[in-house]
């Protein structure tokens, strides 16, 4: 009988460390202001492993990246599990830090360092991790950028972002099976930036 026992506790030990994650892909799409008042679509898009009630993992994510549309510029959005770093250790929840010679306050001064949130992301149960959202996220925009655009060589790129804001932009997104035939973000479409060149 104690063997028996002592075989299904080595089972649920190798089930526990091999895993069995369910993969999930999730993304939003949203129209909104950029900095400098034009309309843009923006996509928001993460990655999430999920595990059963009785695994002894716990569920992982990957960062958020916000994008948007005519601009290079990609914000990264994270918590303490998807990116170990100085903004997301200073700071609790899923935040993404500025660049003080990108980014401005909101009263338009220089930030006072590299660990000053400029995004932060949540939803209506106040989730600080990206792994817990739900389908429904709210993006607060605390920063503006010191320029829209920014001289690479002999191009100009825009570096512009999301307008900010006090009230927080809500965002229905999507959960798909990865690598599934829904597993398709929304495509930013470049035909209006280049009417507007």
Known sequence: MSKIIKGLMLATVILNTIGCASYYSHY???????????????????????????ALQNNKSTEMVL??????RKWRIADRAALQSHCNEVNGGIVACGDPSLDLSLSGKKLAGSDQVCLSVSDTTSSTSIAELDRHILITVNCLPVSSTHKQGDDIKNVDYLKASVVPY???????????FSDKAPIISDKVCAAEK
Do not use: H, L
């Not at 949203?30 to 009785?54: C, D, H, K, L």
């Not at 994008?67 to 290079?72: A, M, W």
């Not at 809500?170 to 599934?180: G, L």
């Open 67 to 72: 994008e948007t549309q005519c601009s290079d």
């Open 170 to 180: 809500s965002v229905s997104t999507r959960k798909v099976e990865r690598y599934s």
């Open 28 to 54: 939003g799409s949203f129209s909104a202001q950029n900095s400098t008042g034009e309309e843009r679509m923006f996509v928001i898009s993460w990655q999430t492993a999920e595990y059963p009630a009785w």
